[in-house]
Structure formats: C-alpha cells, structure tokens
C-alpha cells in the first residue's frame, strides 16, 4: 500500500515538472515572438495590406553604428555610481534599522527623521539639493560624488525597513539563548541576528541595486556625470536623433537589468537550498 501511494506521488510530481518545463517552453515562444514583432516594428518596412498600408519605424543605422561605442562608454560609470551608493546605502539602512530597534529615543528619533525627510522627497530633487544647494553653504561637491550621496541616502532610507524586518524576523529564543550563554547584545548582534538577517535581506538588496541601475540615470541631470543616458542625450540632441540614441541607452539598461536578474535569481536558488 505504501509503495503505491509513493509511486502515485512519484508520478504526480512527475506531471507537475513536464508541465512547468512545457510552460516554460511556452513563455519562451512567445518572448520570441514578441521580440521579433518588436523588431518589425523599427524596421522600416513599408508595404500594402489590401487597402491599408502599413509603414514601420525606420531607424537612421547610420547613426547607431557611429555612436554606439560612444554611448556604451557610459557602462562601467553607470555601474561604478550604482555600485558604490548600493554599498553606501547598505550600511546607512543597517544603520538605521539598528538605531530603531535600540530602543534608545535620540537613535530612534534620528532614525525616523532620516526616514521620514529622505522618503518625503524626491530623488531628483535630493540629487539637485547636493549639487545645487550645498555650495551656497560652502560645501561644493563633484557632481558624481552628489549624485552617489543622493542615491544612498534616498535608498538607504527605503531599505531600512528591508534590514529591520530581516533583524526583526530572527526568533526571540536565539536571543534569550545567546545572552544565557553570556554574550552581550553586541555579540548576540554580530554572531547570531546579522548572518541569519543577512540570508532575508540579500534578496531584496539584490531588487533594489537592480531598481538603483536605472535611477542612476536621475545623476545626467548634472549634466557632467557622463554615463550612459548623459552620453545618449548629448549625441541625440546634437544629431538630431533622439529616437536612436535613446534606444540604445535602453538595450544598455535591459541588458544590464537581465543580467543581474539572472545572478540574483541563482543566488536565491542557492540560499533556498542552503535553507532546505
């Protein structure tokens, strides 16, 4: 009797892996698909279809030849700014997670002010604040530097609430048994509630580095941080091709997106079989 129910579970697993290796085949298809209509669409074919005539967008190739290396020179500076304020913004929500849940009303009062005042603000606006506002105060910055302290502090303030919920999410007993061993709250910290902490907050870390590759693109707006969408702008207003240059500056970012997707999806493949 329990080799048949095992043989039916067997089989039913079975079923369900062919239908969501079939499903997968599916999704794939029709990204297929939908990619090659996309290409149509900027083909510039024209042609009639009975009475209606169809003309599809033509690109100036030309152009995308010629200043296609220019624009991808922006990459690595995209990533190097992405990088650099992930890392920042990283230890500013630590930070921050750790002066709320102190306990401790100055920390918890600065904690929920930083909160508060980046995440009633625009992006944008903090961007410009540091490049534009500081120097009148005597602070002048160079306009990557501004533009890697807005975007830590803008996403360090929304991840501070990533960092406390994965502190938060470690189980009351770890820490009565940490400290009945005799450590102190920052040992109980350092060696029990950051390392498990650290396996739930790495995911949506991964999702907001990803999120923070395209707001990179806010720092053009200084008009001296040439990375990618700097360099788009330029060549398209002086060339008159908007359309083209732009485009390219949005394969970079699908592209670069994509990518890290799929190193963020391998790393939560493995953390749930760590967990398993």
Not at 66 to 93: D, M
Not at 117 to 133: D, E, K, M
Not at 227 to 235: C, D, G, L, T
């Amino acid at each position: 009797m329990a080799e048949r129910v095992l043989s039916q579970t067997q089989l039913v697993l079975r079923q369900q892996e062919r239908a969501r290796y079939w499903s997968s085949i599916q999704v794939v298809v029709w990204w297929i698909i939908i990619l090659g209509l996309v290409i149509f669409a900027f083909s510039g074919v024209s042609f009639n279809l009975g009475p209606v005539a169809i003309k599809t967008i033509k690109l100036d190739t030309e152009f995308i030849a010629t200043w296609w290396p220019f624009i991808s020179q922006g990459v690595p500076q995209t990533l190097w700014i992405s990088a650099v304020s992930i890392i920042c913004a990283s230890l500013l929500a630590l930070l921050s997670a750790l002066g709320r849940l102190s306990g401790i009303p100055p920390l918890v009062a600065l904690s929920t002010f930083y909160v508060s005042l980046i995440r009633g603000t625009p992006l944008y606006l903090q961007i410009f604040f540091f490049f534009l506002a500081l120097p009148q105060i005597g602070i002048k910055l160079p306009p990557a530097v501004a533009g890697v302290l807005a975007l830590s502090l803008n996403y360090g303030a929304y991840m501070s609430e990533i960092f406390r919920a994965g502190i938060t999410s470690v189980s009351r007993g770890q820490r009565e048994a940490a400290i009945a061993l005799g450590m102190t709250n920052g040992q109980m910290m350092r060696r029990i509630v950051l390392p498990q902490a650290l396996r739930l907050v790495l995911p949506p870390t991964g999702n907001e580095f990803i999120a923070m590759l395209k707001d990179s693109a806010l720092v053009s707006a200084t008009g001296f941080v040439q990375e990618i969408m700097w360099r788009a702008q330029k060549v398209g207003r002086a060339n008159f091709r908007g359309l083209e240059a732009l485009l390219i500056a949005a394969l970079w970012y699908w592209l670069m997106t994509i990518i890290f997707s799929t190193i963020q999806a391998n790393i939560e493949k493995r953390m749930s079989r760590g967990e398993r």
